[in-house]
């Protein structure tokens, strides 16, 4: 018994050693890539010709899985030879012009201009308040947001046909119906309801 549990093991660190050298992969393919060029998801994913195929594993391409930009990746093997890398970005929300969020917050670094042109502008003084802007971001975006700046008080919004201030995200939603059947021109968000200046 003790024989056959050895063989089976020096069985086992063979089978180990040349799975190192066969299958090789041959071709990569990358898919849903729009930051990122192939090169780049290939050199996070850590996965190129020539690479043992059995060893493409999801651990060895956890770094792809963390950058930023990826919000989720699946590596698919194709006996013998042949990977498959596809990946779902997370694109640009708003922009202050120095950093980039997208919708759920996280910064993407290193957004091109081409990237970041025609986004909402963040703009504002006092704590930062970029959570709470990404949350009035997401309501307003159907009604053309184009630039949100905060303060203590709260938020003043441009859209197209719209000027909005509200005091807070919770506030506007509170009274989401008055703001969208009166929208249009400057408006204002109190704890009592919505105030419309008349011009």
């Not at 089976?8 to 992969?25: G, H, M, Q, R, Y």
């Not at 990946?87 to 120095?98: C, F, K, V, W």
């Not at 939603?173 to 400057?186: C, D, I, K, L, M």
């Amino acid at each position: 018994m003790r024989r056959f549990g050895l063989a089976l093991l020096v069985l086992l660190a063979a089978l180990v050693i040349a799975s190192l050298f066969v299958p090789k992969v041959a071709v990569v393919v990358v898919e849903g890539n729009v930051h990122h060029d192939a090169a780049a998801v290939q050199r996070l994913a850590n996965v190129a010709a020539g690479d043992p195929f059995l060893w493409v594993t999801a651990t060895r391409v956890r770094a792809l899985g963390e950058d930023p930009w990826v919000l989720n990746v699946v590596v698919v093997r194709q006996w013998p030879d042949r990977v498959t890398i596809g990946i779902r970005e997370r694109t640009p929300a708003l922009t202050d012009g120095a950093t980039t969020w997208a919708d759920d917050g996280t910064v993407l670094s290193g957004a091109t201009p081409a990237e970041t042109t025609g986004l909402p502008r963040l703009e504002g003084w006092g704590p930062g308040r970029v959570e709470e802007a990404l949350v009035l971001l997401r309501l307003l975006r159907p009604f053309g947001v184009l630039v949100i700046s905060y303060s203590p008080e709260g938020f003043d919004i441009l859209m197209d046909g719209t000027r909005l201030f509200t005091p807070s995200a919770e506030a506007l939603r509170e009274h989401w119906a008055a703001f969208v059947s009166h929208r249009g021109g400057r408006m204002a968000v109190y704890p009592w309801g919505v105030s419309k200046a008349h011009e």
